[in-house]
Every structure is written in structure tokens, then in C-alpha cells.
């Protein structure tokens, strides 16, 4: 259990050790490394406990039958609208999706409608698309937001191929309650 912990934190120590080597030669670059992490992770801790918050309270409030019905396996593409939806109207970085799509698995949404939970909300927000029509055009952001959705659905269904079988059941395995 122990080892198993150390390893958890291998990338982040290596790249510690690295950003610490580079204040030893270059300290000026140093201090901004540290700047900028430190910067970050502050607004990751403005960022995550909220996200935190609102995936505890779906997980209690909404029942898992009808998650499963709407997003399960057999939702078909009710539940890939509903994935979009969920995506395109979500505000925040990527990285806050990921405890999201943990719920949504442990709710027993389809692998295919998690993707493309995940690829809606990096590429298809609607702020995003109302920024973009007014900077660069309507028929650019509709065109844009046309290929993303495209995008999407090839990329989800591409993978629920290449996934093999034994693959996704241990994805389910690990996020069933």
C-alpha cells in the first residue's frame, strides 16, 4: 500500500526535482516556475471544491435508475444529446470535468456518452461559441461548433471500438459503487 502511494506522486516528484534543479542553475526562471504553480494552484482551489460540491449533491439527489435510463447503454441518442448538453453548458477548466465523468460512471452512463460528456466540455462550451461569434463571426463559430460536434461523435464511437470489451468492464469495475 505503501509503495503503491510513493508511485501515485512519481511524475509530480520528478517534476519537482526538475523545477528545483533549474532554481539551483537559474534562479530568476525558478521563481517564476514557482510563481506560476503557486498561482495555479490557487485557482484550482477556486475551481475544484465548488465542482466538488455540485458532483456530491448529483450523486445524492439524482437516482441512478434514471441516470441509467437517460445515459445508459441502451440510451442511444437521447443520451448523447444529453451528453453534449451536459458538456456544452458546463463552465470551467477540463480538469474539473474528470471528477464529473467519475460520477457519471459510477451512475452507470454508458462509456460512449462519458467521452462524449468529456469531449463536449472541452470544445463545445456556449460561451465559447457566443465569444467566438462575436470575434470572428457567426458563420465561423457555427462552422466550428459544427466540426467539434463531429469531432465528438467520431472520437467516442471510434473509441468504444478500439476499446476492447475487457477494457471497458474494468474502466465500469473500477467506478461501480
Given at each position: 500500500?505503501?509503495?503503491?502511494?510513493?508511485?501515485?506522486?512519481?511524475?509530480?516528484?520528478?517534476?519537482?526535482?526538475v523545477?528545483?534543479?533549474?532554481?539551483?542553475?537559474?534562479?530568476?526562471?525558478?521563481?517564476?516556475i514557482?510563481?506560476?504553480a503557486?498561482?495555479?494552484?490557487?485557482?484550482?482551489?477556486?475551481?475544484?471544491?465548488?465542482?466538488f460540491?455540485?458532483?456530491?449533491?448529483?450523486?445524492?439527489?439524482?437516482p441512478?435508475?434514471?441516470?441509467?435510463?437517460?445515459?445508459?447503454?441502451?440510451?442511444?441518442?437521447?443520451?448523447?444529446?444529453?451528453?453534449?448538453?451536459?458538456?456544452?453548458?458546463?463552465?470551467?477548466?477540463l480538469y474539473?470535468?474528470?471528477?464529473?465523468?467519475?460520477?457519471?460512471?459510477?451512475?452507470?452512463?454508458?462509456?460512449?456518452?462519458?467521452?462524449?460528456?468529456?469531449?463536449?466540455?472541452?470544445?463545445?462550451?456556449?460561451?465559447?461559441?457566443?465569444?467566438?461569434?462575436?470575434?470572428?463571426?457567426?458563420?465561423?463559430?457555427?462552422?466550428?461548433?459544427?466540426?467539434?460536434?463531429?469531432?465528438?461523435?467520431?472520437?467516442?464511437?471510434?473509441?468504444e471500438?478500439?476499446?476492447?470489451?475487457?477494457?471497458?468492464?474494468?474502466?465500469?469495475?473500477?467506478?461501480?459503487?
Open positions: 500500500m505503501k509503495r503503491k502511494g510513493l508511485n501515485s506522486y512519481y511524475g509530480f516528484l520528478v517534476v519537482l526535482a523545477c528545483l534543479g533549474i532554481t539551483v542553475y537559474m534562479p530568476s526562471w525558478g521563481r517564476k514557482f510563481a506560476v503557486f498561482q495555479n494552484t490557487l485557482f484550482m482551489l477556486g475551481v475544484i471544491p465548488p465542482i460540491v455540485l458532483t456530491g449533491l448529483f450523486d445524492v439527489w439524482v441512478k435508475e434514471k441516470v441509467i435510463k437517460k445515459l445508459g447503454d441502451a440510451s442511444g441518442w437521447l443520451g448523447i444529446g444529453i451528453a453534449v448538453a451536459l458538456g456544452a453548458f458546463a463552465a470551467g477548466p474539473a470535468a474528470f471528477p464529473v465523468a467519475e460520477v457519471l460512471l459510477k451512475k452507470g452512463v454508458s462509456l460512449r456518452n462519458v467521452w462524449v460528456f468529456l469531449g463536449a466540455w472541452s470544445t463545445m462550451k456556449i460561451p465559447m461559441l457566443l465569444f467566438e461569434a462575436q470575434s470572428l463571426g457567426v458563420r465561423f463559430a457555427l462552422t466550428r461548433y459544427g466540426m467539434s460536434f463531429g469531432g465528438v461523435l467520431v472520437i467516442a464511437f471510434l473509441l471500438r478500439l476499446v476492447s470489451l475487457e477494457e471497458q468492464n474494468e474502466i465500469r469495475t473500477r467506478f461501480s459503487v
